[in-house]
């Protein structure tokens, strides 16, 4: 039986969808971001970047560094929620 894979948690759904709305307000669809995250030096392809934006795919560190130098953001953006959902996904405080 293979391995379950491990649940994307409350910290990772926030990063996720904190890349999502990061993107869409610099004005970059999918495939513009993974080809900035590649250019990076981290390889990325539009699908991975979609299932992390998904929740379908755990984003490692690797991954949140590369995609907010792309973004033109510091990494700990990408971490904490949005005013209006403090609290709502148990990280506001990191």
């Known amino acids: 039986m293979p391995p379950r894979p491990l649940e994307i948690g409350p910290a990772g759904q926030a990063a996720a969808h904190a890349i999502e709305r990061t993107r869409v307000?610099?004005?970059y669809s999918q495939r513009q971001l993974a080809a900035r995250v590649t250019a990076l030096g981290r390889?990325?392809?539009f699908t991975a970047l979609s299932r992390?934006?998904?929740t379908v795919r755990r984003c490692d560190i690797d991954d949140l560094v590369a995609i907010a130098?792309?973004?033109g953001t510091p990494p700990q953006?990408?971490?904490v929620a949005p005013p209006n959902n403090l609290g709502a996904a148990g990280v506001g405080g990191i």
Do not use: K, S
């Open 43 to 45: 390889p990325m392809t």
């Open 77 to 79: 953006t990408l971490l």
């Open 52 to 54: 992390i934006e998904r």
């Open 69 to 71: 130098a792309a973004l």
């Open 25 to 27: 307000a610099r004005g």
